[in-house]
C-alpha cells in the first residue's frame, strides 16, 4: 500500500485547511486510516482514526477536526478553527491486518 498526503500549507489562527491522503495498491485490505502529527520537539501524537463508522479524535482536535473515509482509496481530514498549537508534520497512514503503512508528510503551519 502506497499513501500520498496532500494538502498542507500556511495559514492564520482560525481557518481551515482540508488534507487529503490517497491510497494505491492493495486498498481493499486496508481496516483502517488516520492521521498522525508531529510538531518539532515532540512526540508524533495520533490525531484521528476511522474504521468501518468508528472515528476517533484526539481530545485536543475533538469538535474541531473532521475525520472521513471517502472512499476505499482517499482519506481526508478537515481541519477548522486551527491553533498555532495545531502546527506539526502530519501524516497518513493505514493498517491491514499485518502491518500499518506510512505516507510522506505533509506540512501545516498555523501562524499569524
Known amino acids: 500500500v502506497q499513501l500520498q498526503a496532500s494538502g498542507g500549507g500556511l495559514v492564520q489562527p482560525g481557518e481551515s485547511l482540508r488534507l487529503s491522503c490517497v491510497a494505491s495498491?492493495?486498498?481493499?485490505?486496508?481496516?483502517?486510516m488516520g492521521w498522525y502529527r508531529q510538531a518539532p520537539g515532540k512526540e508524533r501524537e495520533l490525531v484521528a482514526f476511522s474504521t468501518g463508522s468508528i472515528r476517533k479524535y484526539s481530545d485536543s482536535v475533538e469538535g474541531r477536526f473532521t475525520i472521513s473515509r471517502d472512499s476505499k482509496s482517499m482519506l481526508s481530514l478537515q481541519m477548522n478553527s486551527l491553533r498555532p498549537e495545531d502546527t506539526a508534520v502530519y501524516y497518513c497512514y493505514a493498517v491491514d491486518s499485518t502491518q500499518r503503512y506510512w505516507g510522506q508528510g505533509t506540512q501545516v503551519t498555523v501562524s499569524s
Open positions: 495498491g492493495g486498498v481493499f485490505s486496508i481496516n483502517g
